[in-house]
């Protein structure tokens, strides 16, 4: 059992807010998973030739100034944001440089995400230590995806909490459980992509995004994903403009929406909405089984 969580601001007044608004509906969702959480926030893209990566220590003494140091020389171009055990590196340089450089030098570091407008916080904990840890409430932005955790067939690690991503400015979270994520990794691992957890999400996660690459639309993707995907999920994804949500065709796992002028918000549960402005006002719904539903960024 997991939680998740979702917000889009329509509203542009409202987006120096989002963090704001956004920890109750996190902290709400502790009860369905005390282990670990994370949150994935869309915010202004940087310009074109530059990416903004996400990195992750364990390490709470790890010398990130030394990391930077290092960087500056050997790609010249380089900022950091660092947070407890996260950087957020926003460099001109090339995203696989720099996934190679941190992996030969530095393998205790692990790469979050990668785009233009992502950034991505997940560490083990409850809800309200990780958002404090992070000063989830100071962060602006257009959209973001939260999850809470409750382990049921991986390890409680930072790795295996939740958002997933895989290319750039692409996120999934999950509640639920594959039956058959060992069949869906051996045949995109014959396809050359590479796995980082042990986790059920990740196949799902990099399968998505697999079919993306191949120039499907998201729609057609999740179809693929109907016929291919053994078990019972509800799955909401971040892209650079939108939020996606869907349920398994027995929509075994929860979901509620509410939406207004202003936003629309996502949770498993309705008390983790119940705390936005204008909710009571708002077109509430439960989504239904197997069908898309997507918001995107005015």
Request: overall charge negative; some cysteine.
């Amino acid at each position: 059992m997991c939680g998740i969580v979702g917000l889009l601001l329509k509203n542009k007044a409202m987006r120096p807010r989002l963090g704001e608004l956004m920890v109750p509906m996190l902290i709400g969702m502790t009860e369905r998973g005390p282990d670990s959480s994370g949150m994935a926030v869309f915010g202004e893209p940087v310009i074109d030739s530059r990416r903004k990566i996400s990195l992750y220590c364990g390490d709470a003494g790890f010398n990130w100034r030394h990391v930077e140091g290092a960087l500056l020389e050997f790609f010249g171009d380089a900022q950091f944001e660092v947070k407890a055990n996260h950087c957020i590196v926003t460099s001109k340089a090339k995203p696989d440089d720099i996934r190679r450089w941190v992996a030969r030098h530095h393998p205790t570091v692990h790469v979050l995400s990668v785009g233009r407008s992502i950034d991505l916080y997940k560490d083990v904990g409850l809800p309200s230590e990780v958002a404090a840890r992070y000063a989830f409430q100071n962060f602006s932005g257009t959209h973001l995806v939260g999850h809470t955790r409750m382990a049921t067939e991986s390890a409680v690690t930072p790795a295996n909490a939740h958002p997933y991503t895989a290319g750039e400015d692409w996120c999934l979270v999950h509640n639920g459980s594959l039956a058959n994520p060992n069949s869906i990794r051996r045949m995109l691992e014959k396809k050359g992509i590479q796995f980082e957890s042990d986790c059920d999400t990740e196949g799902a996660c990099r399968y998505l995004h697999w079919r993306l690459d191949q120039g499907e639309s998201l729609e057609t993707a999740l179809e693929h994903a109907f016929e291919d995907f053994d078990g019972f999920f509800t799955f909401l994804m971040g892209t650079e403009d939108k939020l996606a949500l869907v349920r398994d065709p027995f929509a075994c796992k929860p979901a509620v929406v509410a939406e207004t002028d202003d936003y629309v918000a996502i949770a498993s549960e309705f008390h983790s909405l119940a705390h936005l402005p204008g909710v009571k006002h708002a077109n509430i719904f439960e989504p239904k089984p197997s069908e898309v539903y997507s918001w995107s960024v005015q």
